[in-house]
């Protein structure tokens, strides 16, 4: 006899943002979202920085809804519609096989979604890695659908497949057509690195110009440098990181860091019309990275930049306050003295005057809106209570 169908049931998980240090920047599959090259991140700690998503299915749904922040949002994106249908399929493959425990979830109910970030959308983080990687644990976790999800993640945008794992993760190109092999692969856990320390400074500036999914395609049809990176300088890189990575070696791994960042944006400005993601102040932080490191004669910090202005720091826990005070007395906050610094705690250390004096040129008032502090943390979570889902008993948001 068949398994009693459950009316209604609710799911909520979250999921965290990541940080590239080897670039994805180009696809080969614009449908597929395959990549043409492999790329490596670290993943941010969701105490910081999350996404938190409802999904729930009912026998009583109308319609297919979601809410994104509070706002109702169009369901019918392509890509939203891509990872539905993905995790549907899955959960029907599975249900194929052997009989199940839990009475199963009719795959014809309707569903509505909620989704929540814990920073501003417009901080220029990469919500849609975290949102893509949400939605995808929270809709396998409603249909029963385990085991490898960051294949469907890459459906919904390419960096999120990378939000699938903790602490430092690989997203291996692949060479199949049908991207089978396209997916992601945990490199070392967040605990191997436990002094590892991010900063991001998000700066004042308004929405970016050129969108990563047209930068990105104008890239591969313009860019000799861009098939150059793909095809000879990536590969031995991402070797190069994960050796880094493994050895716990700072100096290698903030070096290529900043290497790789400084070549995908060169990529942009070799994009035929160029691209611009960076601007004054980036450059500003570049060269203040770059004064600190060398007053102290080794690799004390390493700064990142995705498809935007701001600038994402790697460093040592033991160099966080000194790096945190430097940036503050180069970029003095305008008004929010008090909520400068955000996220873990930073110790107030006082400075040497030669450090002063060698890394700090001419301030610019106002021009950091703040900094968050994290660190490395682990990948997507259920959330086991109940007080904590998004969406009510009716299916429509809480608040």
Known sequence: AMAEERAFAMVTCTAPVNIAVIKYWGKRDNDLILPIN???SVTLHQDQLKTTTTAAASRDFAEDRLWLNGEEADVGQPRLQACLREVRRLARKRRGGS???AAPLNLSYKIHIATENNFPTAAGLASSAAGYACLVSALARLYGVEGELSEVARRGSGSACRSMLGGFVQWQRGERPDGRDSRAQQVAPETHWPELRVLVLVVSGEKK???STVGMQTSVDTS???KHRAEVVV????ALMMRHIHERDFEGFGQLTMKDSNQFHATCLDTFPPIFYLNDLSRQIIALAHRFNAHHGCTKVAYTFDAGPNAVIFTLADTV???VEVVRRSFPPATNGDQFVR???VDSPSLPEELLAAVVTEPVPGAVRYILHTKPGPGPQLLDDP???LLGADGLPRR
């Open 38 to 40: 492999s790329s490596l």
């Open 235 to 238: 590969p031995e890189r991402l």
């Open 224 to 226: 000799p440098l861009l």
């Open 321 to 323: 306050a000194e790096f």
């Open 343 to 345: 996220g873990l705690p």
């Open 99 to 101: 009989a199940e425990d």
């Open 209 to 211: 110009q050129v969108g």
């Open 387 to 389: 007080s904590q889902h």
